[in-house]
């Protein structure tokens, strides 16, 4: 493959695409097709590692997101009722170890820190992780653990959608139909909440044959409980931002769709917090 330069993978618009798009072009290059083919173990050693950072977090708040949506959706999906804050912490320590015994460096499907942490780290992120789903707990889950399995509807993730005819990921942790029948969508997240609920009326109509006025989205609040995310509800604002976006980002690719590294400029203002600070200025 030429130096700087990677074949485009097919495209789709997400909000985590968009993030890395506005906040440095060289980051978007490398997570989005620098990295491109690093799931095979005989591709280029460099091209590995930097496809082993798409699962490495910079900090504990977006770790311990991550760990909580993965564990919620395990529980919700198996039918699992109670034991959720056991469960993530069992999760954690082998996630812990994986990281301190350097297996999870070696499995691009172990998602680590980017920094092992200390016994002290350990101690944080157990505290924090514990505090959550104990609240969780005694909160949203009383009722959601309660709901019929026939009612819990799987969704992918990501969620691949169309929004005027561009491809869209979403993530949403948990969707399901209530008794009067509308259909539910959780998300953790809660950066972008206008256009998060917007997608929800897409992927409610594309999956689920569901009309925008029978949905409802939902976050979780900071005592564990559900709160309601639709009350400002803007799809039209939505969609223009996914083609405008969509647009500019399609706009910076080569003939065939190609990607090349000199093109993406590193512009980056919070370096020393960005996963590739080791590989943003190797294809200068
Ligand atoms: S280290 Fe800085 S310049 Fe390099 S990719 Fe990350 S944010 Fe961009």
């Given at each position: 493959?030429?130096a700087?330069?990677?074949?485009?993978?097919?495209?789709?618009?997400?909000l985590r695409?968009s993030?890395?798009?506005?906040?440095?072009?060289?980051?978007?290059?490398?997570?989005?097709y620098?990295?491109s083919?690093?799931?095979?173990?005989d591709?280029?050693?460099?091209?590995?590692?930097?496809?082993?950072?798409?699962?490495?977090?910079?900090?504990?708040g977006?770790?311990l997101?991550?760990l909580?949506?993965?564990?919620?959706?395990?529980?919700?999906?198996?039918?699992?009722?109670?034991?959720?804050?056991?469960?993530?912490a069992?999760?954690?320590?082998?996630?812990?170890d994986?990281m301190?015994?350097?297996?999870?460096?070696?499995d691009?499907?172990c998602?680590?820190l980017?920094?092992?942490?200390?016994?002290?780290?350990?101690?944080?992120?157990?505290?924090?992780?514990?505090?959550?789903?104990?609240?969780?707990?005694?909160?949203?889950?009383?009722?959601?653990?309660?709901?019929?399995?026939?009612r819990?509807?799987?969704?992918?993730?990501?969620?691949?959608?169309?929004?005027n005819?561009v491809?869209?990921?979403?993530?949403?942790?948990?969707?399901?139909?209530?008794?009067?029948?509308?259909l539910?969508v959780?998300?953790?997240?809660?950066?972008?909440?206008?256009?998060?609920?917007?997608?929800?009326?897409f992927?409610?109509?594309?999956?689920y044959?569901?009309?925008?006025?029978?949905?409802?989205?939902?976050?979780?609040?900071?005592?564990?409980?559900?709160a309601?995310?639709?009350?400002?509800?803007?799809?039209?604002?939505?969609?223009?931002?996914?083609?405008?976006?969509?647009?500019?980002?399609?706009?910076?690719?080569?003939e065939?769709?190609?990607a090349?590294?000199?093109?993406?400029?590193s512009?980056?203002?919070?370096?020393k917090?960005?996963?590739?600070?080791?590989?943003?200025?190797?294809?200068?």
């Amino acid at each position: 493959m030429e130096a700087g330069a990677s074949p485009s993978s097919s495209f789709a618009w997400s909000l985590r695409r968009s993030e890395w798009f506005y906040r440095c072009r060289r980051g978007y290059f490398l997570r989005y097709y620098g990295a491109s083919g690093g799931h095979d173990p005989d591709a280029d050693p460099e091209i590995r590692k930097l496809h082993r950072l798409k699962n490495t977090f910079s900090s504990d708040g977006e770790y311990l997101d991550a760990l909580f949506f993965r564990t919620l959706r395990s529980a919700f999906y198996d039918g699992i009722s109670g034991g959720l804050a056991v469960r993530a912490a069992a999760r954690l320590r082998r996630e812990l170890d994986a990281m301190s015994s350097g297996v999870a460096g070696l499995d691009h499907t172990c998602p680590c820190l980017r920094e092992t942490p200390d016994l002290a780290g350990v101690k944080r992120l157990t505290t924090a992780l514990t505090a959550r789903l104990d609240a969780f707990e005694s909160g949203a889950w009383r009722c959601l653990a309660g709901l019929p399995m026939t009612r819990r509807l799987t969704v992918a993730f990501p969620q691949r959608i169309t929004v005027n005819g561009v491809p869209v990921l979403i993530a949403p942790a948990l969707v399901w139909r209530d008794d009067r029948f509308d259909l539910n969508v959780l998300e953790i997240a809660v950066s972008n909440l206008t256009v998060r609920v917007a997608l929800h009326r897409f992927l409610a109509q594309e999956l689920y044959s569901t009309p925008p006025e029978r949905v409802k989205s939902w976050r979780i609040d900071g005592n564990g409980e559900l709160a309601a995310s639709d009350a400002d509800l803007r799809l039209s604002a939505a969609v223009k931002r996914v083609m405008k976006e969509s647009s500019e980002m399609i706009s910076l690719l080569g003939e065939g769709q190609r990607a090349a590294a000199m093109d993406f400029p590193s512009e980056g203002d919070d370096c020393k917090n960005c996963v590739f600070d080791r590989f943003c200025q190797i294809h200068d």
